[in-house]
T-cell receptor, first 115, second 114 residues
Framework: AQKVTQAQTEISVVEKEDVTLDCVYE???????LFWYKQPPSGELVFLIR??????QNEISGRYSWNFQKSTSSFNFTITASQVVDSAVYFCALGSSNRDDKIIFGKGTRLHILP | EAGVTQFPSHSVIEKGQTVTLRCDPISGHDNLYWYRRVMGKEIKFLLH????????ESGMPNNRFLAERTGGTYSTLKVQPAELEDSGVYFCASSQFPGTGELFFGEGSRLTVL
C-alpha cells in the first residue's frame, strides 16, 4: 500500500530561521514520483516540486531545497531564511508511474512564520 | 495556454441544498481528477476520468456525490443534498500522459455548507 507520513502537524518559527518539513513515504512500486505542494491561506494548491524515484539528487530552488533519501524513504523540504509569506500548509505527495496520476497526499504540515 | 480552471471559487450553501462545481481541464488532457480537502484533513482522491469514462471512482464518499464529464471536456461534481461535513476545498487536476507525474491542479473550489 502507498502511504505518505508528515509527522509534523504544525510548526512555528521566527522569520529568517531555517525550517525543515519532514516527509516519509511507503510504496512497493519501483518507479514513483514524489511531490511537494503548498496551500496558502487563499486555498489553492501551488506545485513546488516533482521528483522521479530514479533521481536522488538533491535540488535547490532559491530558498527552497529538497533532500531525497531513498534509503530512508524520505523526501524532506527545507526553507532557508524563512519569510512570513512562507506561512501555509505544505503537502508531500506520492504517485506511481505504474498507474495513473492518482496521487496520495500526506496530511500536511501547517507552517507559521512569525514576524 | 490556460491552466485548469474551476468554478465557482467559493460557494456558500445551506445544508440540504445542491451545489455543482465545474472543472475545465487543460485542453487536450484526457485525464481529469477530482480531489478534496475537508477541514484540517489530508487531500483525498475522489475520482478519475479518462475522457468521458470513469476510470476510478473509489474515493467518492457516498451517493450524494455525482461526477460527470459529458463529451470528455469539462467535468462537473454535484453534491445533492449537501451536508455539513462536505465543507472543504475541491480540487480538480488534469494530465495528458498518466504515470508521468505531470499533474496540473486548479485553484480549487471552496465549499461551505451551513
Amino acid at each position: 500500500a502507498q502511504k505518505v507520513t508528515q509527522a509534523q502537524t504544525e510548526i512555528s518559527v521566527v522569520e529568517k530561521e531555517d525550517v525543515t518539513l519532514d516527509c516519509v513515504y511507503e510504496t512497493r512500486d519501483t518507479t514513483y514520483y514524489l511531490f511537494w505542494y503548498k496551500q496558502p491561506p487563499s486555498g489553492e494548491l501551488v506545485f513546488l516540486i516533482r521528483r522521479n524515484s530514479f533521481d536522488e539528487q538533491n535540488e535547490i530552488s532559491g530558498r527552497y531545497s529538497w533532500n531525497f533519501q531513498k534509503s530512508t524513504s524520505s523526501f524532506n523540504f527545507t526553507i532557508t531564511a524563512s519569510q512570513v509569506v512562507d506561512s501555509a500548509v505544505y503537502f508531500c505527495a506520492l504517485g506511481s508511474s505504474n498507474r495513473d496520476d492518482k496521487i496520495i497526499f500526506g496530511k500536511g504540515t501547517r507552517l507559521h512564520i512569525l514576524p | 495556454e490556460a491552466g485548469v480552471t474551476q468554478f465557482p471559487s467559493h460557494s456558500v450553501i445551506e445544508k440540504g441544498q445542491t451545489v455543482t462545481l465545474r472543472c475545465d481541464p487543460i485542453s487536450g488532457h484526457d485525464n481529469l481528477y477530482w480531489y478534496r480537502r475537508v477541514m484540517g484533513k489530508e487531500i483525498k482522491f475522489l475520482l478519475h476520468f479518462v475522457k468521458e469514462s470513469k476510470q476510478d471512482e473509489s474515493g467518492m464518499p457516498n451517493n450524494r456525490f455525482l461526477a460527470e464529464r459529458t463529451g470528455g471536456t469539462y467535468s462537473t461534481l454535484k453534491v445533492q443534498p449537501a451536508e455539513l461535513e462536505d465543507s472543504g476545498v475541491y480540487f480538480c487536476a488534469s494530465s495528458q500522459f498518466p504515470g508521468t507525474g505531470e499533474l496540473f491542479f486548479g485553484e480549487g473550489s471552496r465549499l461551505t455548507v451551513l
